[in-house]
């Protein structure tokens, strides 16, 4: 699905949004559903209904119409915090190689096949410094993140431009209350973060993968590298492209592997 990213409601005026964020284009592979953002309740009412149809095609009105307010409701959160894009990743786990396949069938998602998942969402964010030089704003960025001992952040070369990346593990203790088997456990997440500057305009493009499926963190980290892989900021053709053009910027993007097997 090519994603044409722009701000779910008109920036507030102010000196630092006085300007909206140029467009920006990227493509997510299959498995991936579109959380229903929208400037108004309505509109998020509207695209919830469309949305839990495509993820839960063999449902029916028992299972859309619950699940289109939960989903309007977390549209609305994410519309909030000034997320541009929102989507859920729902991935079936290959028997033989263990590799994540779209988790869909005819447009949903098959959950007897052992199904995986992850959050994903870009927001664009106004940039203060250096927002004609993509370089020195993504240096800032990294000088940023690098402060913080919990954050494990990398320059990256992406095609569309320099960026940096931001890799959290984080481990939460569950109470037994709210576990399956009425033990207390540890559950551990993980967050891929990238930032890129814009080219265009003073502004920061961030994209966020978040999982608990961190059994399957080497094949999220391919999901994000993708991901990352069509990010423009000039309307694409889209078209097939050796492997070989990307040699550079997926040799960048092993930072995101490494840094979770610290």
Sequence with gaps: MTVPAAPADPPAPGPANALEPPPIWFVTPDGFYALPLAGTAEGRAERAQEFVRG??????????EPAAEYYAAIAETMAGTGASYAGMGLFSIAEEDGALEGATTEGGHEPSLGVVQCAFTLAVVPTERHPNDPGKAAGRILEALSGDQYNDARPLDLPCGPAVSCVTLTEYQLNPEITATGEATKLLTGQ?????P????????????????TDYWA???????????TVCFEEPEIEFVD??????SGAGMNAIQEAAQR
Aim: glycine share 6%.
């Design 55 to 64: 993820l839960y095609s063999g449902g029916d009105e028992s299972i859309w």
């Design 192 to 196: 891929i973060q990238v930032h890129i």
């Design 198 to 213: 814009f080219p265009t305009g003073p502004f920061t493009a961030v994209f966020t993968l978040h999982t608990a499926s």
């Design 219 to 229: 094949e999220f980290c391919d999901v994000m590298t993708t991901i990352l892989q």
């Design 243 to 248: 492997e070989d053009e990307h040699e550079t």
